[in-house]
């Protein structure tokens, strides 16, 4: 998608406010005891109330209305009768469509009690997207994101998981520019259109490289092993630089 009108722009927006809204309602309920399942169908009801359809849902036809992942897993998590505990590692994923525009957002969350290293992990995993998100504008190299989350991931002492991409977002889930590396890829040699729509979701680990099967079609485990965050948001590349959709209120 690239924004042509503000017809366009008010649309991406609104969906965007709806699935950042969704997350901030479900981070707000998530607490130890509770299934994935229930905390799912709160999401499901948030967007739903707001008059959007689930993405992954829609699309391919995800057994859920979000992705949630806990520990070990680090993507399209599907939710179920896995209950929550204090010290898990989770991460919720949700995009949505209305009036035929999509969004996505995303974000990872430690359950108290947790630890210093998880709270840092958190911190830094959302740092790295800002760190990403900042070198987002029109006429801009798309590599320049991913060469600075490298930047600051080595700096801080982090491995960046390099088969999971942000991609282009709009009118479809998924779409052009396609995958967009959010670490250092020399054979990235890709400029921003001005209005250009996707998504910046840095996988931020201490230790792992890449994302593997698990036991089921959708869930992506880390490989090594190792607790991973991921936070994304989706952006328009402006002349004034990043115009992020994906925020609260």
Request: aromatic share 6%; net charge negative; charged share 20%.
């Amino acid at each position: 998608m690239t924004i042509s009108s503000e017809d366009d722009l008010n649309k991406l927006q609104d969906i965007g406010k709806i699935v950042a809204n969704t997350l901030e309602a479900m981070a707000a309920t998530l607490e130890p005891g509770m299934t994935t399942a229930e905390l799912d169908m709160i999401g499901r009801q948030f967007l739903e109330k707001a008059g959007a359809r689930p993405g992954p849902e829609l699309t391919y036809d995800f057994p859920g209305a979000t992705c949630i992942s806990v520990n070990e897993q680090i993507a399209h998590g599907i939710p179920g009768s896995r209950r929550i505990e204090a010290g898990d590692l989770i991460n919720i994923d949700i995009s949505a469509e209305k009036n035929g525009v999509y969004a996505d957002t995303g974000a990872s969350f430690a359950v108290p009690p947790t630890t210093n290293a998880m709270k840092r992990l958190c911190r830094d995993g959302r740092r790295a997207m800002w760190v990403g998100l900042r070198q987002v504008g029109a006429d801009k190299p798309i590599a320049g994101i991913g060469q600075a989350i490298g930047k600051f991931a080595h700096k801080n002492g982090y491995t960046l998981v390099r088969n999971l991409a942000s991609h282009g977002i709009g009118y479809s889930l998924h779409e052009e520019p396609g995958e967009i590396p959010t670490w250092p890829d020399r054979s990235e040699r890709r400029i921003m259109n001005e209005g250009i729509v996707f998504t910046v979701e840095p996988f931020l680990s201490l230790g792992a490289n890449w994302a593997t099967d698990g036991d089921d079609e959708w869930t992506l485990l880390s490989d090594p092993r190792a607790p991973t965050v991921q936070y994304e948001h989706t952006v328009v590349a402006t002349r004034n630089g990043p115009l992020v959709v994906t925020l609260p209120g």
